[in-house]
């Protein structure tokens, strides 16, 4: 597979809008503000997550293809426009972002389920079980953030959406190289969304308890062939790798992930210069510190900061993950390894290799 370079990235997070923000909290090592939200997010009026701040789709985007749009896509759409507008004009000679050969490859975790939720309500209560707003229809299909992010913004390559929990941000890379190896697109959008909402903090809190506090946010890097790219390469994706620890023995299927993504990178573990976990909850993140700890000394996994100052950012943690490496200091030419693993099984891992010294991040 040839040789994929990220030349641009930018993010909506608990941080601010783009990636600046992002990256300054992240260097200061300083937790995203909590709030307890609109009062009709959730149930509980003490319950407390890290959101966006301020952040309302038709604010964000305009009144303009935006009724009923749900938060995931508008966090989405919002994330690619203040990427692409941070690209210069040698990637887009005509400033329109609308050449066939750029595609989008997003990861999330089950779509809206607020919108899910509150279509189902309308469908339930209304007077048929068709009775339900228009608007909100476009909202339960699964590739409805891509789609609509790529419209908005003239994108017409490949467009394609990827569910894997918390490892849907890698598994999206993974996907985004596959399509510039294979000759189908010429730069690729990839990353991964996460929204908050009342439906998703009652099912988290339901499978972990009251105290995970939720995060949201998208991050979306700019992926490119090495060979072919228009920007200033950040880094260079050595490997990404992912299986299924079907028996619960995460710590096994993640080390084998681990070691073979560094064999097929050409690098050791002694070569890596920084080890970011993804920070799940429960077993599936404690046998993961596991590995971490086995592989790795105290100064490789504490050189970046860690995904859990965001919060819980379920299917957008390996996104942020990569922006964490972005946007850490260091020599050029360093050695990184992010891992993710979820609760119902998926793990994996990512190698890059670090080509600028992260100041510009």
């Not at 996460?194 to 009652?202: D, G, P």
């Not at 002694?270 to 976990?277: K, N, S, T």
Request: charge should be negative; include cysteine; charged fraction near 20%.
């Amino acid at each position: 597979m040839s040789t994929a370079v990220i030349t641009a990235w930018s993010a909506v997070s608990p941080y601010g809008t783009g990636r600046g923000p992002l990256a300054a909290g992240l260097r200061a090592r300083a937790g995203a503000p909590a709030s307890t939200g609109p009062e009709e997010w959730t149930a509980d009026p003490e319950a407390t997550a890290r959101v966006v701040p301020g952040f309302e789709v038709r604010d964000a985007l305009g009144k303009a293809g935006t009724r009923g749009m749900d938060r995931l896509t508008g966090l989405t759409a919002v994330t690619v426009r203040e990427l692409l507008s941070g690209i210069g004009p040698a990637a887009h000679p005509a400033g329109e972002h609308a050449e066939l050969g750029t595609g989008v490859v997003l990861g999330i975790a089950s779509g809206s389920v607020q919108g899910f939720m509150e279509f189902t309500k309308s469908s339930l209560e209304g007077a048929s079980p068709i009775d339900v707003s228009p608007s909100k229809t476009p909202n339960m299909a699964m590739n409805r953030a891509a789609s609509a992010s790529a419209i908005r913004h003239r994108l017409k390559g490949p467009n394609t959406t990827v569910a894997a929990g918390r490892l849907s941000g890698l598994v999206a890379l993974d996907q985004a190289r596959r399509l510039l190896a294979d000759g189908r697109a010429e730069r690729v959008l990839a990353g991964s969304a996460e929204e908050y909402s009342a439906t998703r903090a009652h099912l988290t809190h339901a499978a972990h308890g009251a105290g995970v506090v939720l995060g949201e946010g998208c991050v979306m890097v700019l992926l490119e062939s090495a060979d072919a790219a228009t920007g200033e390469p950040l880094a260079e994706v050595l490997a990404v790798h992912h299986r299924v620890a079907a028996d619960g023995d995460f710590a096994g299927a993640l080390d084998a992930a681990v070691r073979t993504a560094l064999a097929e990178a050409g690098v050791t573990a002694g070569a890596v210069w920084a080890a970011v976990p993804g920070e799940a909850p429960g077993a599936a993140g404690e046998q993961e510190r596991r590995v971490h700890e086995e592989l790795f000394p105290p100064e490789v996994r504490s050189r970046t900061a860690s995904v859990a100052l965001l919060g819980e950012t379920a299917a957008a943690t390996g996104a942020y993950q990569l922006a964490a490496l972005l946007s850490e200091p260091g020599e050029p030419g360093r050695v990184a390894l992010v891992t993710t693993t979820d609760p119902d099984g998926p793990v994996g891992c990512a190698v890059l290799r670090l080509l600028t010294d992260g100041a510009d991040a």
